[in-house]
């Protein structure tokens, strides 16, 4: 009787689990329908016909194939939907958002004048809102040149997917393999396969990867950041945190809650070291453009994106700050006002009581982030898929066993050490 109740609630269980997954790709499906209807842009529109079609064969197959392969049809059906197919189209047609065509030309910028922004800017598109680093993804493009199906390896969302999906593989890896490089239990090995490659074919992911890819670069350097900031390995860290810093300003709050990561499990050494290793690279990289172009380099690096400059952004979704900052002069200075209070907040909470592992130092990357897009006079919504990319990675690549052991190592690394108590000459105890 026993076992027949066992085996009951584990049919129960796979129903219950087969309907999730059969709910959730439906929801994706109507998702991505949603944009061939109202949707202005072309890239927008060849993702959602696709994607739909993909999440929609993935609904099928987790509702009629029977386990492990309605999984694994599943996965690959919205991969090859929602990513490969609308990514090869629209690398083959050449059609990118606007920000493809802003790197390239910040390559080509910096190959011929040693600077990434133009003097004089113009037009919306003669701006360029990222840091100099940024212009290294469309160096491809200014060496190869244009060339239909020959010139695809120069276009900047190739590489900019590449560093996004190696970035991730690298982390599953380092936080896999024990802390400090010393010998481990067996158990720790990466986690499992699909919930990752669900990740990228969601539309969180797989949206931005094929219409520009322009902040996936530095979301998979944060997370590959915080993982090695946990497995407390200062100087890679912090090589990878320079790498993030010099893509976008966006970037820099990963630097503190890595160093408050490092001090909690590693000493005040080890960050010191994290944030001088940072912030040295970065310097070496955003210095030159900052020297060489000073005016032009601050109009579109900040006032741009802030709402300041000659040209207005494009950025204006109806978030808080927003919707502030079109209230006027005094609007504006209430949202960077309640933008300063929200960043000084998450700075404090660092300090009072920093993050314990990799899962609590990415939520307090997320929550900071999401207050500044929230607050800032200028955003839109696609920006909230970094901080959600942060609270989910960091979860399926660890797991709650790996979680859990890995907050349990940092409390006692952390913990001050009590000395043995002393035991009587020529006594036993």
């Known amino acids: 009787m026993t076992a027949m109740t066992a085996s009951a609630g584990k049919a129960v269980r796979r129903v219950g689990r087969r309907r999730i997954w059969v709910g959730g790709w439906l929801l994706a499906a109507a998702w991505a329908a949603v944009f061939p209807l109202v949707s202005t842009l072309d890239t927008h529109r060849v993702w959602g016909t696709c994607a739909a079609a993909g999440y929609g064969g993935a609904a099928l197959a987790s509702c009629l194939l029977p386990r492990p392969r309605a999984r694994t049809w599943a996965v690959a059906c919205a991969l090859l939907g929602a990513l490969v197919l609308p990514l090869l189209y629209l690398l083959l047609t050449g059609n990118g958002q606007s920000e ?215 950025a204006a979704s109806p978030l808080p700050g927003r919707l502030l900052a079109d209230l006027g002069p005094a609007g504006w200075y209430a949202a960077v006002a309640l933008l300063l209070c929200g960043g000084f907040a998450v700075a404090a909470s660092l300090v009072v009581r920093p993050p314990a592992g990799v899962v609590a130092a990415a939520d307090r990357l997320a929550l900071g982030l999401c207050a500044a897009f929230l607050l800032a006079p200028a955003g839109r919504f696609g920006y909230l898929a970094l901080p959600l990319v942060l609270v989910v990675w960091p979860r399926i690549t660890t797991g709650p066993d790996r979680t859990a052991a890995l907050r349990g190592a940092v409390t006692r690394a952390a913990a001050p050490r009590r000395p043995a108590p002393a035991v009587a000459a020529g006594g036993t105890r």
């Open 100 to 314: 493809v065509a802003v790197i390239e030309r910040s390559a080509e910028l910096t190959v011929s004048q040693a600077t990434p922004y133009l003097a004089d800017p113009q037009a919306v598109t003669d701006y360029n809102p990222y840091l100099p680093g940024m212009a290294l993804f469309g160096l491809p493009r200014a060496l190869l040149g244009d060339g239909g199906p020959a010139g695809l390896p120069g276009d900047a969302r190739v590489w900019c997917a590449a560093v996004f999906l190696l970035s991730l593989w690298a982390g599953r890896r380092v936080l896999a393999a024990p802390a400090d490089g010393r010998a481990g239990p067996r158990s720790a090995r990466p986690a499992p396969r699909t919930p990752l490659a669900v990740l990228i074919a969601s539309p969180v992911v797989a949206l931005p990867l094929c219409v520009s890819g322009v902040d996936l670069p530095m979301t998979g350097l944060c997370c590959l950041g915080l993982a090695l900031a946990a497995r407390r390995r200062p100087v890679a860290a912090g090589l990878v945190l320079a790498a993030a810093c010099s893509l976008k300003w966006t970037a820099w709050p990963a630097l503190a809650v890595a160093v408050a990561l490092l001090a909690a499990s590693g000493g005040a050494r080890r960050a010191l070291r994290c944030a001088g290793v940072a912030l040295a690279a970065t310097l070496a990289v955003v210095l030159p453009s900052a020297l060489l172009s000073p005016g032009p380099m601050v109009q579109q690096v900040l006032a741009f994106p802030t709402g300041r400059a000659p040209v207005a952004t494009p």
